[in-house]
């Protein structure tokens, strides 16, 4: 299952900003690993992702605890957290509707837990 996430202008104009950046993820990826391992470490979790998102992909461009390089938007949890104004927090993924039949979520079951920042 797929989830469908309607994209409005503010975000279409946020990933037009963000493609005029012309980011070079493998620098990023540099730059920000060690803040991965560090969020992973204070919080307990045994992984940490440092996601962009545009129009049509998640970029994890920097992680800990797991490898994952892109994911289709539509299939992701950070799409739930774009556009809101506070964290989103979702305690165990396998048990909420929205997130339980995401293939990533399946695979890997130490996937349980997602606290995202906008």
């Given at each position: 299952m797929i989830l469908n996430y309607p994209?409005?202008?503010?975000?279409s104009e946020r990933a037009l900003l963000?493609?005029?950046?012309d980011?070079?993820?493998?620098?990023?990826?540099?730059?920000?690993?060690?803040?991965?391992?560090?969020a992973a470490k204070i919080t307990g979790c045994k992984i940490s992702l440092l996601n962009i998102i545009d129009q049509d992909t998640q970029w994890s461009v920097a992680s800990y605890g797991i490898e994952i390089l892109q994911t289709?938007?539509?299939e992701t949890i950070c799409k739930f957290t774009m556009g809101k104004q506070e964290d989103f927090e979702v305690v165990n993924l396998s048990a909420d509707g929205h997130f339980k039949n995401l293939q990533f979520i399946r695979n890997n079951p130490e996937l349980n837990y997602y606290y995202g920042i906008p």
């Open positions: 994209i409005n202008s503010s975000d963000l493609a005029q950046l980011l070079d993820y493998s620098s990023i990826h540099e730059s920000f690993s060690n803040i991965t391992e560090l289709p938007r539509l």
